[in-house]
């Protein structure tokens, strides 16, 4: 036998090992399971809501943006609560899964565990690994054959046919994006909308789409995480740079409609004047182009673009949001 004539030591620091491995290894197995039976639910999920409604509308967060989710809900409970039906909402924690579900009963919630939870700014290494995580849920939808339309909860909807419009795009186009660059200056530089696009499930587009995330997977593992100083481009970048080589293809396969600017408007349209005045009623607003989630928060509540009561347990409506839905929709 291997162990014959072992010391009563060198006996204990094997068994110690021994045990060390067990350990080890089904640690490493319980995590491999539970990651596998999340993705599943959350595909099982986003089927069902697909086959009733031909996409899934997704939500990714953690648990930082578990207030811009709130209020985000709020929003779309006030303007037309069928949104729900199409809405599947992926937390990166069980925590925040259970505390949206108790605040809002109707809603579909699913976790895939995540370890980046807390409040992460532009440029953080960590928030491009968070970025990369929802890019990896998405790809799972789409290769399973899902139209997904990805949406972000640092935004506020003033029309109750949102989900309509997008739908209807979907019937002539592959992809449908809101122009994240978009401003009166500036309006030939169309940058695909992390937070506001459709992505239509072809053979093209699950090809394309498999490319984008081992491309920026790849990218994000090159990425010095302890360069504070080095600019790392988001991953909207690099699939707005992809698809723009495949409409330049003949015969073209993959096709975007780019929404109105003046009615699909990123966050610059807070703070620039000539933007605001010329786009007067926007239905969709990203409160993007700023950086930090109490940034975010500040400035919705200045403009009336909260829907949380001061005690951030329950929906208040602003102060005239129901007289500028009926404007809007006019």
Same mark, same amino acid.
């Given at each position: 036998?291997?162990?014959?004539?072992?010391?009563?030591?060198? =006996?204990?620091?094997?068994?110690?090992?021994?045990?060390? $491995?067990?350990?080890?290894?089904?640690?490493?197995? %319980?995590?491999?399971?539970?990651?596998?039976?999340?993705?599943?639910?959350?595909?099982?999920?986003? *089927?069902?809501?697909?086959?009733?409604?031909?996409?899934?509308?997704? =939500?990714?967060?953690?648990?930082?943006?578990?207030?811009?989710?709130? %209020?985000?809900?709020?929003? =779309?409970?006030?303007?037309?609560?069928?949104?729900?039906?199409?809405?599947?909402?992926?937390?990166?924690?069980?925590?925040?899964?259970? *505390?949206? *579900?108790?605040?809002?009963? *109707?809603?579909?919630?699913?976790?895939?565990?995540? %370890?980046?939870?807390?409040?992460? &700014?532009?440029?953080?290494?960590?928030?491009?690994?968070?970025?990369?995580?929802? =890019?990896?849920?998405?790809?799972?939808?789409?290769?399973? &054959?899902?139209?997904?339309?990805?949406?972000?909860?640092?935004?506020?909807?003033?029309?109750?046919?949102?989900?309509?419009?997008? +739908?209807?795009?979907?019937?002539?186009?592959?992809?449908?994006?809101?122009?994240?660059? $978009?401003?009166?200056?500036?309006?030939? @530089? @169309?940058?695909?909308?992390?937070?506001?696009?459709?992505?239509? %499930?072809?053979?093209?587009?699950?090809?394309?789409?498999?490319?984008?995330?081992?491309?920026?997977?790849?990218?994000?593992?090159?990425?010095?995480?302890?360069?504070?100083?080095?600019?790392?481009?988001?991953?909207?970048?690099?699939?707005?740079?992809?698809?723009?080589?495949?409409?330049?293809?003949?015969?073209?396969?993959?096709?975007?409609? !780019?929404?109105?600017?003046?009615?699909?408007?990123?966050?610059? !349209?807070? +703070?620039?004047?000539?933007?605001?005045?010329?786009?007067?009623?926007?239905?969709?607003?990203?409160?993007?182009?700023?950086?930090?989630?109490?940034?975010?928060?500040? @400035?919705?509540?200045?403009?009336?673009? !909260? $829907?949380?009561?001061?005690?951030?347990?329950?929906?208040?409506?602003?102060?005239?949001?129901? +007289?500028?839905?009926?404007?809007?929709?006019?």
């Amino acid at each position: 036998m291997l162990l014959k004539g072992c010391t009563p030591r060198t =006996l204990k620091r094997l068994v110690s090992l021994a045990l060390l $491995f067990m350990c080890y290894w089904c640690t490493e197995s %319980s995590v491999i399971s539970l990651g596998a039976m999340q993705r599943t639910a959350v595909l099982a999920t986003a *089927k069902q809501k697909a086959q009733r409604f031909g996409m899934v509308m997704l =939500l990714y967060l953690n648990d930082a943006y578990y207030a811009t989710t709130q %209020s985000f809900l709020c929003n =779309l409970s006030a303007i037309n609560s069928t949104y729900f039906d199409t809405l599947l909402i992926v937390t990166a924690s069980s925590h925040t899964a259970s *505390k949206l *579900k108790r605040a809002f009963p *109707k809603i579909s919630v699913q976790t895939i565990t995540f %370890s980046e939870n807390q409040a992460l &700014g532009f440029n953080d290494f960590a928030y491009y690994k968070l970025t990369a995580e929802r =890019l990896r849920i998405q790809n799972i939808l789409i290769q399973s &054959g899902l139209t997904v339309f990805t949406v972000e909860s640092d935004a506020t909807w003033f029309a109750t046919d949102i989900v309509e419009i997008v +739908s209807r795009a979907l019937e002539h186009h592959n992809v449908v994006s809101a122009d994240d660059f $978009f401003n009166l200056r500036n309006e030939h @530089r @169309r940058t695909i909308s992390a937070g506001f696009m459709a992505y239509k %499930s072809t053979k093209y587009t699950r090809r394309l789409f498999s490319k984008y995330t081992k491309q920026y997977m790849s990218y994000i593992q090159g990425v010095n995480p302890n360069r504070k100083d080095e600019i790392v481009e988001g991953e909207q970048i690099l699939l707005t740079k992809l698809l723009d080589k495949e409409e330049s293809k003949t015969p073209r396969q993959i096709d975007v409609l !780019w929404l109105d600017g003046c009615e699909f408007v990123n966050g610059q !349209w807070y +703070s620039d004047a000539e933007y605001r005045s010329a786009c007067r009623q926007p239905i969709v607003v990203q409160n993007n182009w700023i950086i930090g989630i109490d940034e975010k928060v500040s @400035r919705a509540k200045k403009e009336h673009h !909260w $829907f949380l009561n001061e005690h951030a347990n329950d929906c208040a409506i602003p102060v005239h949001f129901s +007289s500028y839905i009926h404007q809007t929709l006019e």
